[in-house]
C-alpha cells in the first residue's frame, strides 16, 4: 500500500483497464473496468497536495480532492467516502461522466509533463466500495420535521435538493412524468458510461430514507403548479431541457429522420428491459442500417456509439466545425473513432434525399473563418464541395431548447430568459412565484450532471432556511403559536398536506 503522496515523479499515471474496442462494442457494459484497491491507492498517492488545489477550484462542487486523494493512498476508504460525499451527492456517477478533462483533471497541476492524477477513476471506486461495504446509508433524518417540500424532476438537480432536504428532517415529495427516478441519467446518458444499476441503487437507498417518489405524474396535466404549491411549503422545479432543435432544411419530414433523445431513450428503456415498439418495429434501431448523426456535442458521441452497439452496417458523425472546436468530450470522440466511428469534419448538412423515406443526407464542406465578436470562428460554406453520406437512419443531434414553462405549468409569473430558461434569483434559487425555486437544465440550459448537483445542494439550503422562517413566523390569531404546533408537529397544516400528497 502507498503510504506517500508525491509519487507522480516515479509513477506514471494508469487509469482502470479499457476494454479493447472489438469487445466493448458487442455489449452496452462500461467500457473501463474497476481499479484493484492497490492501483486505486497508487494512482491517488501519486497527488502533490497542493496548497491551493486547482483541481477542487475547478470542480464545480469544490470536492476536497487532495484530502480523499490521500486517504485513499493510506487505504482509509472509509473516512475517504465521507469527505467526498460531503460535497457531492452522486460521486460515484460523477466519478464515471464528469468530462474530468475539462473540470479536476484538465486543471490538475501535475498534468503538465506528468499527466494528472486520475481524480474521477478514485472518486468512483470511493463510492463504488462504500456501497460493496454497506457504508452508503439512506437519507435518514434524527429528527422529522413537519413542513414539506413538492419537487419536479427526478433529475440529478431534484434529486440533489430531495436527499439534502429529507436528510434535515422534512418531508420530501418528487414529482415526475417518467415512470422511472433518474433524468436523463437514466433515459438519455447510455449504459456504455453509466450502468442503469447505479442509478437505481440510489433510487431505493433513497426510497429507503423516506423520500416519496410520484411518477408518471406530468405537472402541467396530472397535477398542476398551483395544486403542489397548496399542497407544500416550497416547491422546486428542476424539469431540465427537453425541446429538440431542429435543421430548417429540404427534405426533413422523411420517414427516418429522428431526433437524438427518442433514439436514446428507446435504447435505454430496450437495456432495462421494457417492451419498445419502436425499437422492434426498426423504427429507432440501427441494425444493419447506415446511420448518420448530425452534431458535434455529448449526445451526438453517445449517439454514434449506441449505433455501433446496435449493430449498424456503418456510422458516420457530420459536424459543422472541426475536430478542435467540438463542444463534446475529447475523450468520448476518442473512444468512437476507437470503435469505428467516421467523422466528416467541417460539413453541415443542405437536404435530406430520398422517396418516402431518407436515403441520403446531402452535405456542403465548410470553411473556418475568422473568430467573430464572440471569439468563434465563423463558418462559411466552400462552393462547389457539395457531397452525398448514403444513409437509412438519420439522428438529429443539435441540442435542446427549454419548453414553454409557464405555459405548460399555467404560471404567466414564472418568468423566463430569452432562451426559455427559468429566471431566479442567483443567491436564493427563488423564481419569482414565493417559495417556488428552481434549478439544473431548466435555469443553466443543457449543461452537465455536476452542476444540476450543485444548484440542487445549494437550492436546498436556500429552501431549508425558507421553510424554516415560515416556521419560526408568527401565525395568524386563533392558529396556536407556531412553536408549539411544530412541537405537535403540526405547523402550517403540513401534516395534512403530506396525507394528501401520499
Ligand atoms: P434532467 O436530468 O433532464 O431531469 C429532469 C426531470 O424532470 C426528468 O426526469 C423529466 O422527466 C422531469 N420532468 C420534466 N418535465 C416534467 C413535468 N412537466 N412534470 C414532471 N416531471 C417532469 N452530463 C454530464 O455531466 N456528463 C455526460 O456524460 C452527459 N451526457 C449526456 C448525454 C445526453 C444524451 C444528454 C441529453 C445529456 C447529457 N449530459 C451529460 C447532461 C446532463 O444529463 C444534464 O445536464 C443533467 O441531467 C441535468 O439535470 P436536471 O436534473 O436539471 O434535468
Ligand atoms: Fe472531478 Fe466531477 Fe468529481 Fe468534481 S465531481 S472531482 S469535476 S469528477
Ligand atoms: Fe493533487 Fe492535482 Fe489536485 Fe494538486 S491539482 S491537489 S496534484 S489532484
Known sequence: MAERMLQFVRLQQAQPEKRKAAQRTGDFGEIYREFVAEAASAQASRCSQCGVPFCSVHCPLNNDIPDWLKLTAEGRLEEAYEVSSATNTFPEICGRICPQDRLCEGNCVIEKGFESVTIGSVEKFITDTAWANGWVKPPTPRVELPHSIGIIGAGPAGLAVAERLRTRGWQVHVYDRYDRVGGLLIYGIPNFKLEKEVVLRRWES?????????????????????????????????????????????????????????????????????????????????????????????????????????????????????????????????????????????????????????????????????????????????????????????????????????????????????????????????????????????????????????????????????????????????????????????????????????
Open 206 to 502: 433513497f426510497q429507503q430514507g423516506g423520500i416519496h417518489f410520484h411518477l408518471n405524474c406530468r405537472v402541467g396535466e396530472d397535477v398542476t403548479l398551483a395544486e403542489l404549491r397548496a399542497k407544500h411549503d416550497a416547491v422546486f422545479i428542476g424539469t431540465g431541457v427537453y425541446r429538440a432543435r431542429d435543421i430548417a432544411v429540404p427534405g426533413a419530414s422523411l420517414a427516418g429522420i429522428v431526433p437524438a433523445l427518442d433514439y436514446l431513450t428507446t435504447s435505454n428503456r430496450q437495456n432495462l428491459g421494457d417492451a419498445v415498439p419502436a425499437f422492434d418495429s426498426g423504427a429507432l434501431n440501427a441494425k444493419g442500417k447506415r446511420v448518420v448523426v448530425i452534431g458535434g456535442g455529448d449526445t451526438a458521441m453517445d449517439c454514434v456509439r449506441t449505433a455501433v452497439r446496435q449493430g449498424a452496417a456503418s456510422v458516420t458523425c457530420l459536424y459543422r466545425r472541426d475536430k478542435a472546436n467540438m463542444p463534446g468530450s475529447m475523450r468520448e470522440v476518442h473512444h468512437a473513432e476507437e470503435e469505428g466511428v467516421r467523422f466528416e469534419w467541417l460539413a453541415a448538412p443542405e437536404a435530406f434525399i430520398g422517396g418516402d423515406h431518407v436515403e441520403g443526407v446531402r452535405a456542403v464542406r465548410m470553411h473556418l473563418g475568422l473568430p467573430d465578436a464572440t471569439g468563434r470562428q465563423a463558418v462559411t460554406q466552400i462552393e462547389g464541395s457539395g457531397f452525398t453520406a448514403p444513409c437509412d437512419l438519420a439522428i438529429k443531434a443539435l441540442g435542446f431548447d427549454p419548453e414553454d414553462l409557464p405555459a405548460m405549468f399555467g404560471e404567466k409569473a414564472l418568468t423566463v430568459s430569452r432562451w426559455g430558461t427559468l429566471k431566479v434569483n442567483h443567491r436564493s434559487f427563488m423564481t419569482d412565484l414565493p417559495g417556488v425555486f428552481a434549478g439544473g437544465d431548466i435555469v443553466r440550459g443543457a449543461s452537465l450532471v455536476v452542476w444540476a448537483i450543485r444548484d440542487g445542494r445549494d437550492a436546498a439550503d436556500q429552501i431549508d432556511a425558507y421553510v424554516r422562517a415560515l416556521a419560526e413566523a408568527p401565525t395568524p390569531r386563533g392558529q396556536g403559536e407556531a412553536h408549539g404546533m411544530r412541537e405537535r408537529g403540526e405547523t402550517f397544516g403540513a401534516r395534512e398536506r403530506v396525507t394528501a400528497a401520499e
